[in-house]
């Protein structure tokens, strides 16, 4: 089929003006319109279509990809430019309208890792297997975050966002790796152990940084040539790939001197102050990385404090563990029960290994141990004495001692204390935002009142009746007749097949019994809608309805969880906890589900985020999340109709997905238009009246878990 | 050629097993023999605890029996039921049975998988009773000097369900079993898969970065037995990377982000 014409410049006028509206001035507009009716059809579709998606969020960010457009999508792979887009969708969350237009404004820095028409390689995309393969290759662990350059500050390790300075994909992810190697070696031999840091300090010599670091990645090349030697090659293939020269003979010569023994890292020192002065830098690989210095000295204070501190506490648990009695007399003694020494072992590239003894007997370290003790050696070089001196949690701030709860993967947006960040999606960009939902877990404030009860008393026959029907469901052991194989001889099977043999006929073959050991293995989490619309009898049919549920999964023995939801805006995303899945049916929890009040809106899609996170956590054989809700998800900003709706169905793909089951009960009667698309023709349930609820609830339970 | 067909109970060991001491495990264990003591083998999968096993029973010469659990493996799959045979109900021992009678070696492969319920017919066996109770014959089975009882579990499935019983582990002398210092480890590969040192080191190498990735992503890193199948491969001339990840990586993972996290290391160290 042929392509369809191409817009006019006119035509595209007026599509522009439709997305951008009147915000954007005319003439403004038709400048950047004209270099579009160059393009073909597909293109022009493309670009309007991604002005649509910005627009969407930030006018401003619309028109700027306008002006840029043509140009960029001639020159670059589109899977290139998407990414670019996102990133600075991502930046506009984070940072706001000033920065995301800069990323815009800088294209070419951002596209400057890039060759026309590639396949590039983006590292969002690569990051797990990356972080994969530097957690084997390495003793402490490393982040990965992206950076405009790449460079480590010893741990974390940046890299751009989008490679493509090669032709294919397989060499660009070749690039990556190869920029993500050097910089775990620059860690891993010893480019920022302490002394050497402390003596660069020193130097006053704006030419001595440059050449120390040009001799320091030619020792680095030579470490990674000999221990992974496969990496080496592929660097090689890179260099030549990228058109990049040999080194001057000048260099040859130094590497050379390098040589005998890369992995001391001294040496470096010597030969820059040797030649500073009489030798010119070569121009850097394109996998070198940069150096920032004082981002290095800064982590690794920081990191020297806090390892001396967990390396004494966990020498001493131990101590504690191996040696009870000795551990309160070389507390007087002063003497460190704790040894550390150097065995050779020629398969380490330093040539040997830390081997630990308590009183004179080698120990084996455990994990902890061992990696930070490899850590300390990487910023000193030694084990200092006094490092193997155990001591006590108490003699220090417990900042030292744990890190900060870590909250997503990523920035995130606030450091509050016990704070989660969700992403959500964002069905206008057809992407999600970032770490947007700041969600808090609360519990519910108890009350103390006559509802359990009444409760009851109100629905005793019916909770007589799901008692039984509950027990029946329950795991037990069955002894099954008549089996081919079994424990025990089934006698009555046994005369049976007798007779027959005795009549003529073959004698059967399932002649034993077999005791059989059947499982539930069910974790289901309730998920309650607590937003303000339940006031009043629907929260009140809610509570009944989990009080009944309760009695009735307290006979089943299934591991259930209950968790309200409520929220207003992103920024305060809450879960309430009511029962955690490790929690008994307590009075405590009773008086939380009588204690069950509406709140604020109904956002879903966090709520069935950090469910099923927690669902993921629990080891069983079939998850559930079932909802309890009275409406389509709703909340006070932009989280209405569509969008909302659009990013519930999202968080559910997501859920199952890992494996969840969500069902979804609701008594709104016009959850017929929405609720088949979010979560699929036949897992919900619509009550057309809400005092059947708690009479329905356990059923519907009953009957998805058999 | 036909299959050798052996009863369990004359499965000798004539050939010695090649085994590669760790520390002293050998002394310990024929200590314990000595002592009617049975021994717990704890370590991961791979590190060589069957293998011990049957150098144990080369150097006590005695007939190894050897049950794999499974969490279907009831009482009477060790003890013995009865079958029908021609209308008539016929007693046949089970494993756990029959090396007592033969005064053999018992070795219960990975105990934690068998149902607790299973593993408490073993208790009385496992104390100075030395005792095996038939309930349906209404006999008790009295073991004789020679016999042995061990067992081996992973400690690494870190499971609530399955770990074992404070009553059945404190009857046991444990034994630990680790992945050997990477030295020996290398000499382990070399002599196991017949390739020289420069590869099995590196093999050993690879090893070790898997191992760094045990519990962020990877239940257990490549064992020693893995290492000594990937270079059994590269002795018969597949190439080390390609070895690498039909015998190791794809031994330890289905993910495939993990699975080319793992190649693109091979691929480093080749």
């Known amino acids: 089929m042929p392509e369809a014409q191409p817009l006019t410049v006119r035509q595209l006028h007026q599509q522009l003006q439709q997305i951008l509206s009147a915000d954007i001035h005319s003439c403004d507009a038709k400048a950047a319109v004209e270099p579009l009716a160059t393009l073909p059809r597909s293109l022009q579709e493309y670009v309007l279509n991604w002005i649509s998606r910005l627009s969407s969020t930030n006018i401003q960010i619309g028109f700027q990809f306008a002006c840029k457009a043509a140009e960029l999508v001639v020159r670059q792979d589109l899977h290139i430019i998407d990414t670019w887009l996102w990133h600075t969708l991502d930046i506009y969350d984070l940072s706001g309208i000033e920065a995301a237009l800069e990323v815009i404004h800088n294209v070419d820095s951002f596209l400057h890792y890039s060759q026309e028409h590639s396949a590039g390689v983006v590292l969002e995309e690569e990051q797990g297997v990356l972080q994969h393969f530097l957690q084997g290759l390495s003793g402490r662990r490393m982040k990965l975050a992206e950076g405009e350059q ?14 493509a300075m090669l032709p294919s994909t397989s060499e660009n992810f070749k690039l990556v790796k190869a920029m993500a190697a050097f910089q775990w070696a620059q860690n891993r031999f010893g480019s920022f152990r302490q002394p050497l840091l402390e003596q660069l300090q020193l130097q006053d010599d704006d030419a001595f940084l440059p050449l120390y670091q040009a001799i320091d990645n030619l020792r680095l090349e030579l470490c990674l040539q000999q221990e992974l030697p496969g990496l080496f090659r592929d660097l090689q293939a890179l260099r030549q790939a990228m058109g990049e020269k ?8 130094i590497r050379l001197q390098l040589q005998d023994n890369p992995f001391d890292a001294e040496q470096v020192m010597t030969l820059t102050r040797e030649h500073l002065g009489s030798l010119q830098g070569y121009k850097p690989r394109s996998y070198e990385p940069s150096l920032r210095y004082d981002e290095v000295v800064m982590r690794q204070n920081e ?6 501190a967990r390396l004494k506490v966990a020498l001493d648990a131990l101590q504690q563990e191996l040696a009870p009695d000795t551990a309160a007399q070389t507390a007087v003694a002063g003497e460190p029960p704790f040894q550390a020494d ?28 061992k990696n930070l003790i490899s850590s300390v050696m990487m910023d000193l070089d030694e084990l200092p004495p006094d490092y193997l001196v155990p001591a006590a949690t108490s003699d220090y701030d417990p900042r030292l001692l744990y890190d900060e709860k870590s909250t997503t993967d990523g920035a995130a947006t606030s450091h509050e204390e016990g704070t989660f960040f969700y992403k959500e999606w964002d069905h206008q960009r057809q992407h999600y935002r970032k770490n947007w939902c700041a969600v808090r877990e ?38 099954l007749k008549k089996q081919p194989e079994g424990e025990d001889i089934d006698i009555d099977a046994l005369v049976e097949a007798l007779a027959d043999h005795h009549a003529g006929q073959e004698m059967g073959e399932r002649l034993f019994t077999r005791m059989h050991h059947s499982e539930r293995n069910i974790a289901v989490c309730f998920m309650v809608d607590m937003s303000g619309s339940t006031q009043g009898w629907i929260n009140e049919a809610e509570r009944e309805a989990l009080i009944l549920l309760c009695e009735a999964l307290e006979h089943v023995g299934d591991r259930y969880a209950i968790y309200g939801f409520s929220g207003q805006t992103r920024k305060h995303c809450e879960i309430y906890r009511i029962k955690a899945f490790d929690e008994r049916y307590s009075d405590e929890v009773r008086s939380r589900i009588s204690g069950i009040e509406p709140k604020d809106y109904t956002r879903m899609g966090f709520a069935i985020r950090h469910l099923s996170s927690l669902l993921s956590e629990i080891d069983a054989h ?18 209405r109709g569509e969008y909302g709706i659009e990013d519930t169905r999202k968080a559910l793909i997501e859920c199952r997905q890992d494996g969840i089951h969500p069902y979804c009960i609701t008594i709104d009667k016009s959850a017929h238009d929405y609720l088949p698309h979010m979560y699929g023709a036949v897992s919900y349930t619509v009550l057309d009246d809400i005092s059947l609820l708690p009479y329905k609830v356990s059923d519907i339970y009953k009957r998805l878990t058999s | 050629m036909s299959a050798r067909v052996l009863k369990p109970e004359e499965n000798y060991i004539t050939a010695e097993p090649y085994y590669q001491p760790v520390g002293n495990e050998i002394k310990i264990f024929e200590a314990a023999y000595k002592q009617n003591l049975p021994v717990l083998l704890k370590g991961p999968t791979g590190c060589g605890k069957t293998r011990f096993m049957e150098h144990m029973a080369w150097r006590l010469k005695l007939p190894l029996i050897t049950v794999s659990c ?29 090396a007592v009678r033969n005064g053999a070696i018992c070795y ?40 042995c009882l061990s067992m081996s579990y992973n400690p690494g499935y870190q499971s609530v369900l399955k770990d074992l019983k404070q009553s059945t582990r404190q009857r046991f002398v444990a034994l630990e079993f680790d992945y050997p210092a990477s030295a020996l480890e290398v000499a382990i590969v070399q002599r196991e898969s017949g390739v020289d040192e420069a590869l099995a080191s590196r093999l050993v190498k690879f090893a070790g970065m898997t191992r760094n990735l045990k519990g962020n992503g990877l239940d257990e890193g490549a064992s020693t037995r893995l290492l000594v199948h990937a270079g059994k491969l590269i002795a018969s001339g597949i190439e080390p990377v390609t070895a690498c990840r039909s015998a190791i990586t794809q031994a330890l993972t289905d993910e495939p982000e993990m699975l080319s996290a793992v190649n693109e290391l091979a691929s480093s160290i080749f």
């Open chain 1, 622 to 639: 079939n998850r559930i999340l079932i909802t309890l809700s009275d409406g389509k998800p709703d909340d006070s900003d932009n989280y």
């Open chain 1, 442 to 479: 609360l519990v519910v404030k108890p009350r103390h009142d006559d509802f359990v009860r009444s409760t009851k008393q109100k629905y005793a026959p019916l909770i007589q009746q799901l008692n039984k029907t509950f027990e029946a469901m329950r795991d037990e052991d069955k002894l």
């Open chain 1, 246 to 253: 040999e080194l001057p003979t000048k260099w040859q010569a």
């Open chain 2, 108 to 147: 219960l492969d990975e105990v934690v998988e068998a149902r607790k319920d299973t593993t408490v017919v073993i208790h009385p066996l496992a104390d100075d009773r030395r005792v095996l109770p038939m309930e349906k014959l209404g006999q008790l089975l009295e073991a004789p000097e020679s016999f």
């Open chain 1, 150 to 163: 790449p460079y480590t500050d010893s741990e974390t390790l940046y890299l751009p966002p989008i490679v």
């Open chain 1, 303 to 308: 990191r020297i404090e806090k390892e001396q």
């Open chain 1, 342 to 369: 150097k065995v050779p072992d020629s398969t380490q590239p330093e040539g040997f290994r830390i081997e630990l003894s308590l009183n004179g007997t080698p120990v084996a370290m455990p994990e902890l141990v």
């Open chain 2, 70 to 98: 499974h969490d279907d493996l009831t009482a009477s799959d060790l003890v013995g039921r009865f079958l029908v045979q021609g209308g008539e109900t016929v007693w046949v021992d089970g494993p756990l049975a029959s």
